[in-house]
T-cell receptor, first 112, second 111 residues
Framework: EAQVTQNPRYLITVTGKKLTVTCSQN?????MSWYRQDPGLGLRQIYY???????DKGDVPEGYKVSRKEKRNFPLILESPSPNQTSLYFC???????????FGPGTRLTVT | GQQVMQIPQYQHVQEGEDFTTYCNSS?????IQWYKQRPGGHPVFLIQ?????EVKKQKRLTFQFGEAKKNSSLHITATQTTDVGTYFC???????????FGKGTRLSVIA
């Protein structure tokens, strides 16, 4: 089944404790991205990657890091999480030549 | 930077009534996409429009792309409880520039 998977689905952590949210897709998509969704703010892009070893900042990259060492994986790293990073995070992927994005199930992160 | 405005933010309708959400971009778009997110779920792609003045239908859903390619609308005829969710538009430009999402319209349908 074609899908985007994210882990963990739920995470409660404390300020400053490094964490990684994994994202993997099995559709051989070149383009992957991370979004955060907050009430009243919609979906805002954090980082995106057009292919292996190519990443770029989205609208709200501060406090986040990403890497793209393999085509299927695009982890999101929070080196020192803060409470303002409490949010619902979505990973998405698509073919390079199409804009239709496939979203993962989401990761609900709470930073206390 | 490019902005995509979407209205209304919320809409409550009686089952059987029609519903429309509107999307306006600050710049001309190469394409526009629409997504639906059910409560507790993730956004799911509905459709993409690329041509000026394009109109596409999916059963009770009608999607339009404006002549100037700066606005779009989604109209649902005779809403059902299964239509509940948040509808997002997302504007795309040529090349690999990221999509810009509207803030969404949350639709509630009262049975």
């Amino acid at each position: 089944e074609a899908q985007v998977t994210q882990n963990p689905r739920y995470l409660i952590t404390v300020t400053g404790k490094k964490l990684t949210v994994t994202c993997s897709q099995n559709m051989n998509h070149e383009y992957m991205s991370w979004y955060r969704q907050d009430p009243g703010l919609g979906l805002r892009q954090i980082y995106y990657s057009m292919n292996v070893e190519v990443t770029d900042k989205g609208d709200v990259p501060e406090g986040y890091k990403v890497s793209r060492k393999e085509k299927r994986n695009f982890p999101l790293i929070l080196e020192s999480p803060s409470p303002n990073q409490t949010s619902l995070y979505f990973c998405a992927s698509r073919r390079q030549e199409y804009y239709e994005q496939y979203f993962g199930p989401g990761t609900r992160l709470t930073v206390t | 930077g490019q902005q995509v405005m979407q209205i209304p933010q919320y809409q409550h309708v009686q089952e059987g009534e029609d519903f429309t959400t509107y999307c306006n971009s600050s710049t001309t778009l190469s394409n526009i996409q629409w997504y639906k997110q059910r409560p507790g779920g993730h956004p799911v792609f509905l459709i993409q429009l690329v041509k000026s003045g394009e109109v596409k239908k999916q059963k009770r859903l009608t999607f339009q792309f404006g002549e100037a390619k700066k606005n779009s609308s989604l109209h649902i005829t005779a809403t059902q409880t299964t239509d509940v969710g948040t509808y997002f538009c997302a504007g795309g430009n040529s090349g690999n520039t990221p999509l810009v999402f509207g803030k969404g319209t949350r639709l509630s349908v009262i049975a």
